[in-house]
């Protein structure tokens, strides 16, 4: 079987995200790489200076997003994240972590957690496309 005719696999197929904020719940905080910084500051339209007296908490060298009441300082109960433009690579790339291909346990309790997962789909068929998004460099773009 050639390349053209393998399926063509959209992350819709397995997740689309509810925007239920159930992952931006909690007492840890994502760090932030140098282009999750930019984009950030992109698209709050605010100097860096002003984003990160606001929205980080810088550790040395280690820039991370504030917790605030439990839940991430861009989170808000009634429009969800406030950043979504600009949010990090690891919020791009989550609940599609690639722990999941891996370990049955972890497909099993992170789509437990999280609503988006579509419903019906088993482990091995979830594998195949997951794989498949992987192989296509789909993945990629959502953490760009």
């Not at 063509?8 to 910084?37: K, M, N, P, W």
């Amino acid at each position: 079987m050639n390349e053209q005719s393998l399926p063509r696999y959209r992350v819709s197929d397995i997740y689309t995200c509810s925007r239920c904020g159930f992952c931006c719940h909690g007492e840890t905080t994502v760090s932030l790489d140098a282009h999750d910084q930019q984009r950030m500051i992109t698209a709050l339209r605010l100097s860096r200076e002003e984003v990160c007296r606001r929205y980080w908490r810088v550790t040395g060298s280690v820039v991370q997003m504030q917790v605030r009441d439990g839940h991430c300082i861009f989170y808000d109960q009634q429009s969800g994240c406030t950043v979504h433009e600009g949010r990090p690579w690891r919020c791009r790339q989550w609940p599609l972590h690639p722990s999941m291909l891996a370990d049955e346990n972890n497909f099993q309790t992170i789509t437990q957690s999280c609503p988006g997962f579509k419903k019906g789909l088993d482990y091995e068929e979830f594998c195949r496309i997951f794989q498949a998004l992987f192989d296509q460099g789909d993945l990629d773009k959502m953490q760009r």
